[in-house]
């Protein structure tokens, strides 16, 4: 049984960092495509960020790239997403989801990935 859990979300400043982290059981990350998803109050879930399986490179999102990283740990079996210059509109719930089949992934598309984590709020207020 695939399991996510995600942990490290919090109040933040403007212009300040964060990280998230996603500890997964059940699977190996070297197996499995994931990432990183937000849903902000009245709105719908959105693809933040994301790793494939097949080729090793990350997917971002037009409004966090150059600013968060996702990054993975094989042997903690954990993937991390370090977020920088934090602004009032990344507030949101943030979820870590899997995707074997890798398409869903790599689109950032939220409908079709496998299994989802229960989230983290981070809130970005002065």
């Known amino acids: 049984q695939v399991q996510l859990v995600e942990s490290g979300g919090d109040l933040v400043q403007p212009g300040g960092s964060l990280r998230l982290s996603c500890a997964i059981s059940?699977?190996?990350?070297?197996?499995?495509?994931i990432g990183w998803f937000r849903q902000a109050p009245g709105k719908e879930r959105e693809g933040v960020a994301c790793v494939s399986s097949r080729d090793g490179n990350g997917y971002y999102s037009q409004s966090v790239k150059g600013r968060f990283a996702l990054f993975r740990d094989n042997s903690k079996n954990t993937i991390y997403l370090q977020m920088n210059s934090l602004k009032p509109e990344d507030t949101a719930v943030y979820y870590c989801?899997?995707?074997?089949?890798?398409?869903?992934?790599?689109?950032?598309?939220?409908?079709?990935?496998?299994?989802w984590g229960k989230g983290t709020l981070v809130t970005v207020s002065s």
């Open positions: 989801a899997t995707d074997f089949d890798d398409k869903n992934c790599i689109f950032l598309q939220p409908n079709g990935m496998d299994h």
């Open positions: 059940g699977v190996t990350l070297d197996v499995v495509s």
